[in-house]
């Protein structure tokens, strides 16, 4: 079985409709992040997908083995964890743009990972907060952490506890601030129940799954 | 620090903490029941309540980070405080019913992170300072040293000042212009941080006497020295309006930068000096492998040449040989200067190339332009102009053992100087040079030596084939002025008698006549001392000439002589390849010596066979004493010469053959027999020696024979079995042992073949007398009539002896009569006597004595009568006859009568075997008659 292979087969509606919704979510993540850090963030989402838990690790692609993720679960009629999840130089690199002030070292001080958080809170909350308003239905957020790990770590973490079996809706992200770019994903990973409701919500809202 | 506030959906503040309080000065009284915005508009200015809307909107928790924010309350006195933020939702159910602020004042973090993050820059500086460093850039490396200055010192520009090679070299940070040159030397900032090798602050830099001219206008200075084990290498300053730039460790700081800048400035130069070393290596790795792979001087030269200029960056170059001259050095290559400077000769006196190669030193000199004028040389415009534009030159000797080879010179280019280094970089060069230049004159001389041997070789097989002395000393003369390249090649041949040395081959090389005259220079010295001679020979062109002799088993037999006109000493394979030649030459002459001898034996023992073939063949005395005559003029080579046998009573010595002589000088000597008894030959024949005189005239023993006797003689005796059986006799001395040998070689075996000749004619006349007595008795038996038996005996004693005349006598009287009892003439001759005639004797003949002689005798008119021929004497004054035989008739011990037989016209020629033969027809008849008058008495009684 090949990657593509391993993606859960979506149809082309749902597809589509999946896309739609990602790139509205993102485009308010985009907004609220801009107006936050008063700076003029885009945020692309090329690449839309949805994977088994167990095969995630092999679509997350990174240069460096450790990875800065903020975390955020959310709960409701629709849960999961909510993940940031970008490599440890994408992190400075993006902290580097946001402040105009590269970070020496190479690593991430309590003020950098401090500001990535801020940074993965407003996204994620925009994106998810933008499915609850689309898909009508009502999602409450913990607090955010942020993780330095490896991502193997980070998926036994995600995978601790959960008896059903666990997707990830996968999201490319790139961040586009002034003349520079960061690339990294955004993952919900939600279990089967959740992610039948997810589409169930899509369907509710009209799109055609 | 921490504090919060809770406020409604609204913004209205329900509660408001004392550190908010007191950070903000406004009282909690005060606060409570306001709306936060309106309290604190910057908050909407700076985004905050959108972030306060969001948490309001949807219900999630929000940080507020105080790097993307800052702060979010400023103090009372407008300071700003790091400030970070979490807001939560206050829910009620699943609604949002307000928002609670926590602010925490993380100032202490921020500005352990600012302090971490400035050290974490400065320690990329210094690595990227030390990267750069190793890179050897190190322009590379001072440009993040003053950037990281600018930057972390909080300065509005950095400048850095290297010492380069007594040059200063600047560096700027990023937007600062460089300084103007020059600036630095009238910087007494500079000057102070050279002298104290300490870092300075200067507060009040714009009233200040060490601000340099350029930094006029700024505040504050910081300036450290760039210090590497106690040696100032440059400075760093930093300029700045503020006076921050000197708070905390920024003087640390930059001395950091400084101390990292100045360890940066030794490993660039040390990087740049292994670079440039290897750069060298290369070079001279590049000149080794380029003269490895020269196949000439030239070549190695050339290359050398090419490359040394190339390694030390140089403008152009020269290679200076010495000249043919001694006192002149001759340029033999050039590089970058004009071809026609090649061949121009350079003094060694007065100028650098002649003290570099006269003391073996590299020398440097500036303007070797003004040392051509000062020598006053005559160089053209084109080559002045040229070396006008080089006038830092280096001279460097290349040397093989001790001895200098030449100079090489290399001229630094225009507007340059060479560097203290690059002395020592020629010098290596010049090492490689001369190594390359000794390898190949060694692979030369090899080649020329083999070349050289393989001519001798040649020579060598050449003589081998040679039988002619003299064309032996032309190839020696050909080969050496030829393949072997001298100018001129002589071979002379002493004359062993002491005579004028003998010229045998001259050969030149060239069309030039070259005089050569053995009895001076060389030659005559290598004659006189018998070893090999060197001499200068002065003159317009002085040439060398050399001179090995010429030994034919170990005497001095010549010279071989050569010459060559080059101002170079002959070396030591020269005289190998003379010493060579002359030894190739004298074992050629031995071999041919050795074949002539060879030669002359053979043709000697060929002599000898033929002469024995014909003693075998013609066995008989006369041909044998000509062959023996003939082969000894072969041997010996002489003019005239004879041969005499020596007579049967050993008193003569008949002359048996001549050659040489004229036909009537050998007639008159065969005519006369000579005698034994004195004389030459009488010694040769008594001492059985052969005898030598080398002057006849001189010695009395020769009798001078005209047209036979020469200036010397040579008699040598034919000697068999103790006896000395002829004698050979020449007009020439033997002048080799060998052929002494030969000769009497010859003469023994001429002797043995002749007695054996001369015993088988014994024996064939004994034999012939034997069968001619046998017939006579029988014929004389078978006769009865005693008239009938006279006339036969008579007419047989006729026809044996070839008389004339004969008759029988029968003596009466007691032997003073003769009665003529038969008388008998032959041929033409008148018989004297009749028969019956008596006819006396005149002292008788003593009847009883006959017997005890019983030989019949033969007188002539010219003997002495002797008493017992004295009758017989009378009978021949008788009968007029030239010779008269009397042979006695004995029968029974008494002599009866005499047989007489006359020869009326010549002298016979007999033998003692002649007169035994007449002898035994007398004792026939004799017998013939006894019988007779025995059976006639006997018929009678």
Redesign the interface.
């Known amino acids: 079985m090949t990657q593509e292979d391993k993606r859960m087969l979506l149809s082309p509606s749902q597809q589509d409709a999946l896309s739609e919704l990602v790139n509205i979510g993102f485009g308010r993540a985009a907004a609220s992040l801009s107006t936050l850090v008063r700076q003029r963030v885009l945020l692309n989402a090329p690449v839309v997908s949805v994977h088994l838990l167990d095969d995630l690790y092999q679509q997350l692609s990174f240069d460096q083995a450790e990875v800065a993720t903020v975390h955020q679960i959310f709960s409701g009629q629709i849960s999961g964890d909510a993940l940031l999840i970008l490599d440890t130089g994408g992190a400075l690199r993006l902290i580097g743009l946001l402040t105009d002030e590269p970070a020496p070292g190479g690593r991430l001080t309590p003020s950098d990972r401090e500001a990535l958080m801020e940074v993965g809170n407003i996204l994620l909350n925009a994106f998810i907060g933008s499915f609850g308003n689309l898909l009508k239905v009502h999602i409450t957020f913990a607090v955010p952490r942020l993780r330095l790990e490896a991502v193997t770590d980070l998926l036994d973490t995600l995978a601790i506890g959960q008896q059903e079996i666990r997707y990830a809706l996968l999201v490319k992200t790139r961040f586009v601030i002034q003349d520079g770019q960061v690339e990294g994903f955004v993952a919900l990973v939600m279990g089967i129940e959740s992610l039948d409701q997810f589409f169930n919500a899509m369907e509710k809202a009209g799109y055609q799954v | 620090m921490f504090g919060f506030a809770t406020i409604t959906t609204d913004f209205i503040i329900t509660q408001w903490s004392d550190y908010l309080a007191g950070l903000t000065g406004l009282a909690t009284v005060e606060a409570v029941g306001k709306d936060l915005l309106q309290l604190f508009p910057d908050l909407a200015e ?2 905050i309540d ?2 306060i809307r ?1 948490v309001i ?12 924010h800052g702060y979010i309350f400023a103090a009372r006195d407008g300071s700003l405080t790091d400030q ?1 933020a979490n807001l ?1 939702p206050l829910m009620q159910g ?1 609604r949002v019913v307000g928002v609670i602020l926590h602010i925490q004042d ?1 100032s202490d ?2 500005q352990i ?1 600012i302090e ?2 400035s050290r ?2 400065l ?2 500086a210094l690595r990227e300072i030390d990267h750069q460093a190793v890179a050897g850039d190190l322009g590379a490396a001072m440009q993040p040293v003053v950037d990281a200055a600018a930057s972390l010192l909080a300065g509005q520009s950095a400048y850095l000042c290297i010492e380069e090679q007594g040059k200063r070299r600047w560096f700027a940070s990023a937007q600062s212009a460089l300084p103007e040159p020059g600036c630095p030397e009238s910087n007494l900032l500079y000057a102070e941080l050279k002298r104290s090798l300490k870092p300075l602050q200067v507060l009040d830099a714009a009233n200040s006497p060490l601000t340099p001219p350029f930094l006029q206008k700024v505040q504050v200075l910081l300036a450290a020295p760039l210090v590497e084990g106690g040696q100032f290498l440059g400075a760093m300053v930093v300029a700045s309006q503020s006076l921050g730039a000197v708070s905390g460790d920024a003087a640390a700081m930059l001395e950091s930068l400084a101390g990292a800048a100045a360890a940066a400035v030794v490993s660039c130069r040390r990087r740049q000096a292994q670079r440039s070393r290897v750069a060298e290596l290369e070079g001279i790795q590049q000149i080794s492998t380029a003269l490895r792979a020269a196949n000439s001087t030239d070549e190695i030269i050339h290359h050398s040449l090419e490359h040394a200029v190339r390694l030390v960056n140089g403008g152009c170059g020269v290679v200076l040989l010495p000249d043919r001259d001694p006192a002149w050095l001759r340029v033999a290559r050039v590089d970058h200067l004009p071809p026609a400077m090649e061949g121009l000769r350079i003094p060694l006196q007065g100028t650098a190339s002649g003290l570099a190669y006269q003391a073996a030193q590299p020398q440097r000199t500036q303007g070797a332009l003004k040392h051509l004028h000062d020598l006053g040389l005559q160089v053209s415009p084109e080559i002045l102009r040229a070396l006008e534009e080089n006038p830092d030159w280096i001279y460097v000797p290349f040397l093989s053992g001790q001895e200098v080879l030449g100079v090489l010179a290399v001229g630094a280019g225009p507007q340059r100087s060479f560097a203290e280094s690059d002395s020592g970089l020629l010098m290596t060069t010049a090492e490689i040079m001369a190594v390359a230049l000794q390898r190949s004159m060694n692979l030369a001389k090899a080649e020329r030596r083999a070349a050289e041997l393989s001519t001798l070789n040649e020579l060598s097989q050449r003589l081998a084939h040679t039988q002619v002395m003299d064309e032996a000393c032309i190839l020696t003369a050909e080969a050496l002025a030829g393949p072997l390249g001298y100018a001129l090649a002589a071979v002379t041949l002493f004359d062993p008698t002491g005579g004028r040395p003998r010229v045998v081959a001259k050969r030149q090389a060239g069309m030039e006549e070259i005089n050569f005259r053995p009895e001076e220079g060389a030659t005559a010295a290598a004659a006189r001392e018998d070893r090999l001679v060197l001499v200068d020979l002065p003159g317009e062109e002085p040439s060398v000439e050399m001179c090995a002799p010429v030994r034919l088993e170990g005497r001095l037999v010549g010279t071989v002589t050569v010459q060559r006109r080059l101002a170079i000493d002959y070396e030591t394979p020269d005289q190998d390849t003379i010493l060579t030649a002359a030894a190739y030459l004298g074992l050629a002459l031995s071999n041919i010596q050795r074949y002539d001898r060879i030669s002359a034996t053979a043709g000697r023992l060929k002599i000898m066979d033929e002469a024995a073939r014909k003693f075998t063949l013609n066995p008989r005395p006369g041909p044998i004493l000509q062959t023996v005559l003939r082969a000894a003029q072969k041997l010996v080579g002489f003019e005239r010469g004879g041969v005499f046998l020596v007579d049967e009573e050993r008193q003569l010595l008949r002359p048996a053959g001549f050659v040489g002589t004229a036909a009537a000088v050998s007639q008159r000597l065969m005519k006369h027999a000579l005698s034994l008894n004195d004389g030459l030959f009488g010694e040769v024949y008594r001492t059985r020696q052969p005898v030598e005189v080398v002057d006849t005239a001189a010695d009395p023993r020769v009798m001078k024979v005209e047209g036979f006797t020469g200036q010397a003689l040579t008699c040598f005796p034919l000697i068999a079995s103790q006896q000395v059986m002829a004698l050979v006799d020449f007009s020439d001395v033997v002048k080799e042992e060998e052929v002494r040998i030969l000769l009497t070689t010859l003469c023994n075996r001429g002797a043995v073949a002749l007695r054996s000749a001369l015993l088988h004619e014994e024996m064939e006349r004994l034999s012939k007398q034997r069968e001619v007595l046998l017939g006579i008795a029988g014929d004389l038996a078978a006769v009865a009539d005693d008239a009938v038996l006279n006339r036969r005996i008579l007419a047989t004693a006729c026809r044996v002896l070839h008389l004339d005349g004969a008759l029988l006598g029968i003596l009466e009287s007691g032997g003073r009569e003769l009665r003529v009892a038969a008388v008998q003439a032959r041929g033409e001759a008148q018989a004297v006597f009749q028969v019956g005639q008596r006819l006396p004797l005149a002292a008788g003949l003593p009847v009883e004595a006959a017997p005890r002689e019983q030989a019949a005798v033969i007188v002539t008119a010219a003997d002495q009568a002797a008493p017992a021929a004295e009758p017989l004497q009378a009978l021949l004054s008788a009968c007029g006859a030239q010779a008269l035989l009397a042979a006695p008739l004995i029968f029974r011990a008494q002599v009866m009568g005499l047989l007489v037989g006359a020869w009326m016209r010549r002298l016979p020629v007999l033998s003692q075997q002649d007169l035994v033969l007449a002898q035994g027809i007398a004792n026939q008849a004799a017998l013939a008659l006894g019988r007779g008058n025995y059976f006639g008495t006997s018929f009678q009684e």
Not at chain 2, 58 to 67: C, H
């Open positions: 700076r985004g959108s972030a969001h909107e949807t219900g999630a928790p929000l940080t507020l980070s105080r790097i993307l970070s939560h699943e993380v973090r921020s992170e971490l993050r974490l820059r320690l990329e």
